[in-house]
C-alpha cells in the first residue's frame, strides 16, 4: 500500500482564495510526522510545514495551515490568499518513528494560480 | 536558503562517463541523503548516510555509489551513465537519523544530462 497519496494532480486556484491540497497517509505507528514541500518550477524543494502525530493543534506557518485529521488519516494542505509564486509541485511527505529514517513522499499536486 | 549546498549545478555527460555528485549538509546535520527526481517516477530515495555510516537503501542502482566523508560532505558517483539517468539530483540533510519530527533540507539539485 502506498504509504503517501496525493490524489490531485493538478489544481488551479484564483488569485486571492485559499486551496486545498490533500494527502492522505498509510501507517501503523502511534509516532509520526506530516511534512510538506514546495518544489517552483526552479526545481528547489521548500520545507514548508510540520506536523506530528501527537500534536493537538493544526500546525500553521503564515498563510500555510496544515488540516490534520489523525482519525481520517489525513493531513491536508490550506494555503490561504494564494500568489502567484504559491504556483509550483507540491508535495506531502511522511516520516515514521519506527521506520527510523525513511521519509515517504507523495507523487505531488501541480498548483497553477490564475491572475 | 536551505543551508545544504550541491555542487555542480547542471551536469552535462556522455553515455558511458562517470560523474561525482558533491552535497554538504547543513551544519549541525549529521544525516545526508541522496533522492533523484525523473519526469516518470517523482522523488525516488536512493540511499542515506548517518555520521559517515550507511544507515538506509532505496533504489540505487549498482551503477551508483555514495559515501559521506568525515566533514560529513557527501559524494554520489554514478558510473556507466546510460540516457535513463537523466534527472535531478538532490541531496538532503537531518539533524539525526531517528528523530520523526526533523525535516529534509533539501539542496538545489544537480540537473544531469546524459546525452
Known amino acids: 500500500a502506498q504509504k503517501i497519496t496525493q490524489t490531485q494532480p493538478g489544481m488551479f486556484v484564483q488569485e486571492k482564495e485559499a486551496v486545498t491540497l490533500d494527502c492522505t497517509y498509510d501507517?501503523?505507528?502511534?509516532?509520526?510526522?506530516l511534512f510538506w514541500y514546495k518544489q517552483p518550477s526552479s526545481g528547489e524543494m521548500i520545507f514548508l510545514i510540520y506536523?506530528?502525530?501527537?500534536?493537538?493543534q493544526n500546525a500553521t506557518e503564515g498563510r500555510y495551515s496544515l488540516n490534520f485529521q489523525k482519525a481520517r488519516k489525513s493531513a491536508n494542505l490550506v494555503i490561504s490568499a494564494s500568489q502567484l509564486g504559491d504556483s509550483a509541485m507540491y508535495f506531502c511527505a511522511m516520516r515514521e518513528k519506527k521506520a527510523g529514517n525513511q521519509f515517504y513522499f507523495g507523487t505531488g499536486t501541480s498548483l497553477t494560480v490564475i491572475p | 536558503d536551505s543551508g545544504v549546498t550541491q555542487t555542480p549545478k547542471h551536469l552535462i555527460t556522455a553515455t558511458g562517463q562517470r560523474v561525482t555528485l558533491r552535497c554538504s549538509p547543513r551544519?549541525?546535520?549529521?544525516?545526508v541523503y541522496w533522492y533523484q527526481q525523473s519526469l516518470d517516477q517523482g522523488l525516488q530515495f536512493l540511499i542515506q548516510?548517518?555520521?559517515?555510516?550507511?544507515?538506509a537503501k532505496g533504489n540505487i542502482l549498482e551503477r551508483f555509489s555514495a559515501q559521506q566523508f568525515p566533514d560529513l560532505h557527501s559524494e554520489l558517483n554514478l558510473s556507466s551513465l546510460e540516457l535513463g539517468d537523466s534527472a535531478l539530483y538532490f541531496c538532503a540533510s537531518s539533524v539525526g537519523w531517528s528523530s520523526y519530527n526533523s525535516p529534509l533540507h533539501f539542496g538545489n539539485g544537480t540537473r544531469l544530462t546524459v546525452t
Open positions: 548516510y548517518y555520521n559517515g555510516e550507511e544507515r
Open positions: 506536523q506530528g502525530s501527537y500534536d493537538e
Open positions: 551544519s549541525g546535520d549529521l544525516s
Open positions: 501507517t501503523s505507528d502511534q509516532s509520526y510526522g
